[in-house]
């Protein structure tokens, strides 16, 4: 059986489960992981993390690297003589490198790896961050010198060849959802208008959340018992609270922290709507399709989103959900009041958006998706 190293510089922070799915959903591929942090071993169960030992060399030969070879840091620092000799003795047949940025740290390894790698942009990863002079360049060199390049989404795609990526090596590479984790949930209209909405994302700007809830304390007007859950952790939580108090609504929101898959599946049985807004920062950081998204619409909840990223590619616009502009309050408070007042059709979005779900993103299938771009990978090793 072909062995793959998985490479991921923090194994895991919470916001990963998509990354655990993966490495972990693998039938015809070993794998192991190799990373510099171990996190959250808890949540992330797995048995073959390596933590590669870093030997610094002595100062003569360190400064001898440096300044006489012009070696680059992951070189004269000892990681890529670390790195080499795990891959080596583990016998990995390929590596596969996950996040942009850290294929760009990589790229002096991977010149001079003889064996295949692949690298995956999940989003954030293609920015092309002008506060490090050079970056540009060594991620347009990466996307040049790596054999298959996989993406989670289309838009994604489009971002990479715009940076020079070659169209034939360029491969979608959606991540799946264990529909047996969030399986559809049998809901009733609320009589009372005590509407349930939710988000689940981390609390950035990238999500839309002041825009989510300013569209929410508008729909409280309309309907007085209705409720919002934003579940996740991040470094705008206070500034929302915050805001919540400023618009009236803190008694109808409430903030329930990050919250494990049976947490998140159980939440979205409770609601009714899930909400997404996402939007592009100014430095660029992009959605690809966001995965708490796709597991409320496994179990029947329609999605309120923006044109945005991935997201047009998960959500059809009129059928599974309504998509407005990034930040048009306006027009997510619109498609709240549409989506809860029109007869029959919040029901009719949950059913089609648990159908599509089942139909173009279920885990076991995008798995074997991702095993034949590793086969294909190692198809490109020199014999």
Known sequence: MPRVASYCTTFLK?????????VTGLQRWETFVVCRERLEAEQFPFGDVVVPPVVRSNFLRRAWLKYVRREPPIVYRGEYGALAGVLEARQADLLHVYFGHTGVHLLPFLRRWPKPAVV?????????RADRPGYETKLRALLAEIPLVLVRSESLRDRVLALGADPSKVRINRTGIPLDAFPTAARVRPADGAWHLVQACRLIEK??????????ARLVSVYPAARFTIAGEGPLRESLERLAGELGVS?????????DQAGLRDLYHRAHVFVHPSQLTADQNQEGIPNSMLEAMATGLPVLATLHGGIPEAVRHGATGWLVPERDEDGLFDSMKRLTG???VWEAMGRAAAA????????????ARLEGFYDEALSTRPQ
């Open 14 to 22: 919470l916001e990963m489960r998509h990354i655990y799915r993966q």
């Open 120 to 128: 995956s942009f999940h989003g954030m990863d293609v920015q092309t």
């Open 207 to 216: 999500k839309g959340l002041t825009v989510s809830l300013r569209a929410f």
């Open 251 to 259: 008694n109808h929101v409430d903030f329930a922290g990050f919250m």
């Open 342 to 344: 029109e007869p029959g």
């Open 356 to 367: 599509d779900v089942r139909e173009q993103f279920e885990h076991s299938a995008q798995i």
